[in-house]
């Protein structure tokens, strides 16, 4: 599967994403990160501890094509999903016609004021480390934020140590840039640095955090 435009990412690292959906013209292979399934480190994570409690209010961030919002809504969870591209968003609304989650088109620098610390449960997969590292705080902090106090957050990102240099997009995150949510009123209670299964094998990072106050982040 081919990679994203490395260029256009450097140059526009929030508008590449819109044109790459558009360009794509409804050809899935043509979004390098678009299986049409949900994220299998998502699934087992759910199989594992469980989904939240029924209904809990919950955000997907950088949803794509809807596919792991989809499925927590299916686990019976109120799913809020956003992605940067309107193209990403009308196409999602497409594939799942009738469906349950409510899409936005959103900034990830600029969400709505009523988000803001709204929501039980948050999955965030593969954004942050879509985004060059000048805006990896910013973006680890606005996700950070979505965060109701008492709430769990799940990142799952590809992982590398902090001396590695690779020539992104995607941009792997270090145990350093993951553990900087600790610095936004979180607790990490789980953290798994792993390979999967794909070929060649890709360094995974998967890390639940639990919100631990109700001071401002």
């Known amino acids: 599967m081919s990679s994203p435009p490395h260029e256009t990412a450097h140059d526009d690292p929030i508008g590449w994403f819109d044109r790459l959906y558009r360009d794509a013209a409804r050809d899935t292979s043509r979004i390098p990160w678009a299986d049409r399934r949900p994220n299998k480190h998502l699934c087992s994570y759910l199989d594992r501890d469980g989904p939240p409690r029924v209904r809990s209010r919950t955000c997907v961030v950088g949803c794509g094509l809807g596919d792991d919002a989809e499925l927590l809504a299916r686990h019976g969870l109120s799913v809020t999903a956003f992605d940067v591209s309107k193209h990403a968003i009308d196409w999602a609304r497409e594939r799942f016609a009738g469906s349950r989650v409510t899409y936005h088109v959103a900034d990830l620098f600029a969400l709505p004021s009523d988000w803001m ?5 948050v999955f965030e997969s593969y954004t942050i480390q879509a985004l060059p590292h000048a805006l990896r705080d ?16 799940l990142v799952i990102a590809r992982g590398r140590e902090a001396d590695e240099y690779h020539e992104g997009p995607p941009w792997p995150l270090s145990l350093q840039e993951i553990r900087q949510f600790e610095s936004h009123n979180f607790r990490c209670v789980s953290f798994e640095d792993f390979f999967d299964d794909e070929h060649p094998p890709v360094r995974r ?7 631990t106050s109700d001071a401002s982040s």
């Open 205 to 211: 990072f998967r890390a639940v955090f639990h919100h």
């Open 117 to 121: 610390r709204a929501f039980d449960f």
């Open 138 to 153: 910013g973006a680890i902090s606005s996700v950070a934020q979505l965060v109701a106090p008492g709430g769990r957050l």
